[in-house]
């Protein structure tokens, strides 16, 4: 039930009528965390072998993959030195293949950073990671030099972390802190697990609250530079895990058998709303993967200092409603699917309409040599596009047929020679041909006949 109610989440639903790297990125996060657990384990080969090809998959998927390579090698560095309280960690290392293995993930994690911060003069992709790190990260540190950057930093964070407590639901993102101070300070819960099995679930969580740190941190910092006011989509890898770990905690709570706590619901409930919700930005139909926070159209119904704190005493009521049920705990799990389903539909027919209305506006030189053009046509692309708008280009080129060439597109046709028979134009410049489409981003389609 558990996950079936994952798979139906808004955050998760949205990407799928997209081609973008979060419909992999986001399951590859989701299933690292899974394989490193059973990597801890059980130290078999072969999940350790899936842990690490699924670590470096995420980055070969979307370049913030580096960020869990990293946060993998410091979960492996706690997992050697708190595993067994007792022995030297480097007998451990010369006896067991498994610790070997993970090193040289490890070193491989340092050999792949000490590439990208020295910048390789033989890949142009690192080139370009390294001006980025370098850039954002002397940006953020300027924050600290100036008080108003810094508050207005913090305002954007707040309501990255707001948009992460919404889209958990409220109660799962209280489960996951409730489970991880368990497992990291208390214990109580989890001392059935034994030590060694305690011991994998806390390395694991300390890579999860690494990546997911760093991830808000980055995602903040992109906001702040772009001068948004809230981005969910880089940070929605991050959701499932919350769930993840917070069924991990509604588990516990139930072997615990600890009762219903309405004041707390009721207190949680407020300082939510009070800290992260009371200016939370009134999310976009252009805003990829917070259109669900306006489900049901709550911020039209009521302003946020009650409708936020209704949804959040809401969800923490059905928490408390869990533990009533007994064996009939299924029921709280179908609320959560029916009410993930209705925020999944809502949310996927407004973007899917925005998008759809957008990019045809946008694509209409792509939908037009998709529908005309041919393998032998020739598609040449104005130099002056390329360096100014790669994801028209892009776009353009997912739809074309034929190879594009990249060369100057001057209104002075007369010296231009080929072979081929049918010869496209795509430039911002007005020639003396008719456009045969045209984009909203300011560019035209023309043929050129010989």
């Not at 669900?292 to 969800?315: E, S």
């Not at 892009?394 to 739809?399: G, L």
Request: aromatic fraction near 18%.
């Amino acid at each position: 039930m558990g996950a079936i109610t994952i798979a139906a989440l808004p955050s998760l639903t949205l990407y799928t009528f997209l081609i973008m790297s979060e419909n992999l990125f986001v399951p590859l996060f989701v299933f690292s965390i899974w394989f490193l657990l059973e990597a801890y384990e059980t130290k078999k080969p072969f999940w350790i072998v899936l842990a690490i090809s699924s670590v470096f998959l995420l980055f070969f998927t979307k370049h913030t993959g580096i960020f869990m390579l990293a946060a993998m090698a410091f979960s492996l560095i706690y997992y050697l030195l708190f595993a067994k309280p007792s022995g030297d960690v480097r007998q451990k290392v010369l006896s067991k293949r498994t610790y070997i293995i993970f090193i040289v993930l490890f070193i491989s994690s340092l050999a792949l950073f000490g590439l990208v911060l020295t910048g390789s003069d033989r890949i142009a992709y690192f080139n370009w990671f390294y001006d980025r790190a370098k850039a954002d990260g002397q940006m953020f540190l300027n924050l600290f030099g100036n008080v108003n950057s810094l508050k207005d930093y913090l305002v954007l964070l707040q309501n990255e972390i707001g948009y992460l407590i919404m889209a958990s639901y409220f109660i799962f993102f209280c489960l996951v802190v409730k489970s991880f101070s368990e497992l990291f300070f208390a214990s109580g819960w989890f001392t059935s697990l034994g030590k060694e099995r305690m011991q994998a679930l806390k390395s694991v969580g300390i890579y999860y609250l690494l990546s997911s740190v760093i991830l808000i941190l980055t995602t903040t910092m992109s906001v702040y530079n772009e001068g948004r006011e809230l981005v969910g989509r880089y940070i929605d890898p991050i959701i499932p895990g919350l769930f993840l770990f917070g069924l991990v905690g509604i588990y516990q709570m139930h072997k615990a058998s600890e009762k219903p706590n309405y004041k707390t619901a009721i207190i949680l409930a407020s300082i939510f709303s009070i800290i992260f919700f009371f200016n939370f930005p009134t999310p976009q139909g252009n805003a990829l993967a917070i259109f669900h926070a306006n489900f049901l159209k709550i911020q039209c119904m009521a302003p946020n200092w009650i409708a936020y704190p209704a949804l959040a005493a809401g969800f923490f009521l059905l928490l408390n409603l869990y533990k009533n049920l007994g064996s009939r705990w299924r029921i709280f799990f179908a609320i959560l699917l029916i009410f993930s389903v209705c925020a999944s539909a809502y949310t996927y027919y407004g973007e899917l309409i925005y998008q759809s209305e957008n990019n045809h506006a946008e694509n209409q030189i792509g939908s037009y040599l998709n529908a005309h053009s041919s393998k032998d046509s020739l598609i040449i692309v104005d130099n002056a596009v390329l360096q100014n708008d790669w994801y028209f280009v892009s776009m353009t080129n997912f739809w074309t047929k034929s190879e594009i060439i990249y060369q100057p597109v001057t209104e002075n046709l007369s010296g231009f020679k080929s072979d081929k028979k049918e010869i496209y134009m795509i430039t911002s410049n007005v020639l003396p041909l008719k456009p045969l489409a045209d984009s909203t981003r300011g560019y035209y389609l023309y043929e050129y006949i010989i």
